[in-house]
């Protein structure tokens, strides 16, 4: 599987690419040429309700994980809106991914 991160947040985005590289997938980087099988973006992000909306209409079949450091309601629905697939709090993001992993792996 291969998963493009869209995080600005140094610290979450190390986390998150060791335990997806450790389950065995492969991180692109965002200017990437390659057609990822996930995107997950954080919601912290500068323009990421824009970037969501970009990302869709460039990969209109990819799943596209939309993350928030807890829940919002409003937010998640923005996501929505702009084209994600999927919603997570920060604390279950890493799981959530790691779950497609295990089926598509």
């Not at 599987?1 to 600005?8: A, E, G, H, R, V």
């Not at 947040?9 to 997938?25: C, H, P, Q, S, T």
């Not at 990437?32 to 912290?44: F, G, N």
């Not at 702009?82 to 993001?93: F, H, N, Q």
């Amino acid at each position: 599987m291969k998963i493009q991160l869209w995080c600005d947040d140094l610290v979450m985005r190390f986390k998150l690419e060791a335990a997806w590289n450790a389950a065995g997938a492969t991180m692109l980087k965002k200017n990437s040429s390659e057609t990822p099988s996930c995107i997950v973006i954080d919601l912290a992000g500068r323009n990421a309700l824009a970037n969501i909306a970009e990302l869709r209409a460039r990969h209109p079949q990819v799943d596209l994980i939309a993350f928030a450091p807890e829940f919002d309601a409003e937010l998640f629905a923005a996501a929505e809106e702009a084209g994600a697939t999927d919603l997570a709090a920060r604390g279950s993001v890493v799981e959530r991914v790691s779950r497609r992993l295990r089926h598509t792996g």
